[in-house]
């Protein structure tokens, strides 16, 4: 016998497919939404709606916006020639949180990844090269992960951007604030001093 009614079992389904929702915890949040008043509910369900209908990608950057083009790229204060590129429109929030850098963003929307057949094409790197002999730029601040195939991607960009005029950074890595040395494993020491800094 069943017991737990259809819709909930569908929105149960709904939730589970989201990335780092479990089984259980989307019975949690279903339980959650079903015992909140209606119009919690009905209010969840018209901005899930409004996603689609109103979130656009920026056709310099790539950003997820609701005008075109997007607030940082039509942002005067900003510095055009300076790009930070990104995997995904998270590692862009994360960066804005610091408050630090005041460039532009290009968002190539995944990584290199022949396995799972993601190769340069179902990525935004030729408008990158585009955009790069499109607007004059100083620097390239490529911002991928340290992971292999953020390794690979950042590897990619570099060399697909040796013939063009621009300057080409890495974003460092290294030791993590508050990180006893003697813990740090092998590759992230090397590359905390490749990227030592003077003073």
């Known amino acids: 016998m069943n017991v737990v009614p259809p819709a909930l079992a569908r929105l149960i ?10 089984r259980k ?3 949690r949040l279903a339980l959650h939404l079903l015992r909140r ?3 919690e509910a009905k209010a969840l369900a018209r901005d899930l709606q409004d996603l689609h209908e109103t979130i656009r990608l920026c056709s310099n950057c790539f950003a997820f ?3 075109e083009p997007c607030a940082i790229c039509a942002d005067p204060q900003r510095d055009s020639s300076l790009i930070c590129v990104v995997e995904e429109a998270a590692d862009l929030m994360a960066i804005e949180k610091t408050g630090t850098f005041k460039g532009q963003y290009h968002i190539l929307h995944g990584v290199l990844s022949p396995m799972d057949g993601i190769g340069p094409e179902e990525l935004k790197v030729q408008a990158l090269l585009d955009r790069i002999d499109r607007q004059p730029v100083a620097e390239v601040l490529i911002a991928t992960s340290s992971t292999v195939p953020g390794e690979a ?3 990619y960009l570099i060399d697909s951007m040796r013939q063009k005029e621009v300057k080409i950074t890495r974003l460092a890595c290294g030791i993590p604030m508050g990180m006893d040395i003697k813990y740090a494993d092998e590759l992230t020491l090397s590359r905390a001093i490749e990227a030592r800094k003077r003073y």
């Open 65 to 67: 916006s609701e005008t």
């Open 153 to 155: 991607t950042a590897a």
């Open 25 to 27: 915890t989307a019975t």
């Open 13 to 22: 389904e709904d939730l589970n497919r989201l990335p780092g929702v479990g």
């Open 37 to 39: 008043p209606a119009a």
